[in-house]
């Protein structure tokens, strides 16, 4: 059994890196430290770690955000011998939340001495995906269309989340560019078919496709979404006025926004979105792209591509 860490620095706009040197300390356990300085990374030092260690199991433990987790869950998936853990440093966290990971780095770390010895790793879900002819990519958290994922887009390029890092307050730049961008987003016709039954609907916002329950920092999008289900949980938001969607933006923390008439749930197993504008695609937080006429966006679930430390905290759906 060997324990490895990889680190993203630049999470939370270089504050990860900073805060695991000061923790770094504290590890008691033997393990071997990457230190990564692309996402693509990854796969490489996962590769690597295969080649050298073929029937040794691994546990790998990602530190930084939401697209660090994106990286090392795309590098593992498929892997028999790895499972995965958490310590957060990232602005937004909500792999954290989704899967029952503690947001403080010191109640992580005691998870993952206690349960890495003594526990079986349970087995869950990601999500495939592609636009168009693109290249197949995961997710694990959710994926996006239309305002969300202008919203995440936004996010990650603005100043002013970055200034917001440094006092741990990186999340808040959700509702303040939520509030911004609605006064000016015009809402996009999308065709949804998902598990072979297909839909047009008007003046869409957002779809958002979820693994599990939270996106935005925190936002409760799909509060019915379960990692181990074998399926992904569909929230369509169309047909509602501007002020209407900042309310449902304040009630999604609750998940009480599915009781809105403009709110549409779906379960499914594969999905193809289609819309003939320019509607952004987000994965994880992360801008992946647009679908347009030219191009669809495929989505399937892939039902335990990879496995978690198992913790006394889990609880399956």
């Known amino acids: 059994m060997k324990t490895i860490f990889i680190v993203n620095p630049s999470a939370?706009?270089?504050?990860?890196?900073?805060?695991?040197?000061?923790?770094?300390?504290?590890?008691?356990?033997?393990?071997?430290l990457y230190i990564t300085e692309h996402p693509d990374d990854v796969k490489g030092i996962v590769g690597e770690l295969v080649r050298n260690h073929p029937?040794?199991?691994?546990?790998?433990?990602?530190?930084?955000?939401d697209g660090t987790m994106n990286s090392i869950i795309t590098g593992t998936a498929g892997f028999e011998n790895i499972a995965i853990g958490y310590m957060p440093g990232g602005s937004g966290n909500d792999f954290a939340r989704g899967f029952h990971w503690p947001a403080?780095?010191?109640?992580?770390?005691?998870?993952?001495?206690?349960?890495?010895?003594s526990q079986e790793p349970i087995s869950l879900d990601a999500g495939l995906f592609s636009?168009?002819?693109?290249?197949?990519?995961?997710?694990?958290?959710?994926?996006?269309?239309?305002?969300d994922a202008l919203i995440a887009k936004k996010a990650n390029a603005s100043l002013l989340k970055k200034k917001l890092n440094r006092w741990s307050l990186g999340k808040l730049i959700y509702p303040i560019l939520l509030c911004r961008e609605t006064l000016s987003f015009t809402p996009f016709q999308m065709t949804i078919e998902a598990d072979g039954a297909t839909q047009t609907l008007d003046r869409v916002w957002f779809i958002t496709i979820?693994?599990?329950?939270?996106?935005?920092?925190?936002?409760?999008?799909?509060?019915?979404?379960?990692?181990?289900?074998?399926?992904?949980?569909?929230?369509?938001?169309?047909?509602?006025?501007k002020w209407?969607?900042?309310?449902?933006?304040?009630?999604?923390?609750?998940?009480?926004?599915?009781?809105?008439?403009?709110?549409?749930?779906?379960?499914?197993?594969?999905?193809?979105?289609?819309?003939?504008?320019?509607?952004?695609?987000?994965?994880?937080?992360?801008?992946?792209?647009?679908?347009?006429?030219?191009?669809?966006?495929?989505i399937k679930v892939?039902?335990?591509?990879?496995?978690?430390?198992?913790r006394s905290r889990w609880q399956k759906c």
């Open 12 to 32: 939370r706009n270089d504050h990860s890196i900073s805060s695991w040197r000061r923790f770094q300390k504290n590890i008691t356990i033997p393990h071997m």
């Open 55 to 65: 029937h040794e199991t691994l546990y790998i433990i990602g530190v930084g955000g």
């Open 104 to 117: 403080n780095q010191n109640e992580a770390y005691n998870l993952i001495k206690e349960t890495a010895s």
């Open 131 to 147: 636009i168009g002819e693109g290249p197949k990519r995961y997710f694990v958290n959710n994926i996006g269309v239309g305002f």
């Open 210 to 241: 979820s693994n599990q329950p939270y996106f935005g920092g925190g936002m409760k999008i799909a509060p019915e979404a379960c990692p181990n289900d074998g399926e992904l949980d569909l929230t369509i938001v169309s047909g509602l006025s």
């Open 244 to 298: 209407k969607l900042l309310f449902l933006f304040i009630s999604v923390f609750f998940g009480k926004h599915t009781e809105l008439k403009e709110v549409h749930t779906l379960r499914g197993r594969s999905i193809t979105i289609r819309s003939g504008e320019g509607v952004p695609v987000h994965a994880d937080g992360d801008f992946t792209g647009v679908i347009d006429g030219d191009r669809e966006l495929y």
């Open 302 to 310: 892939l039902p335990d591509s990879w496995k978690m430390l198992n």
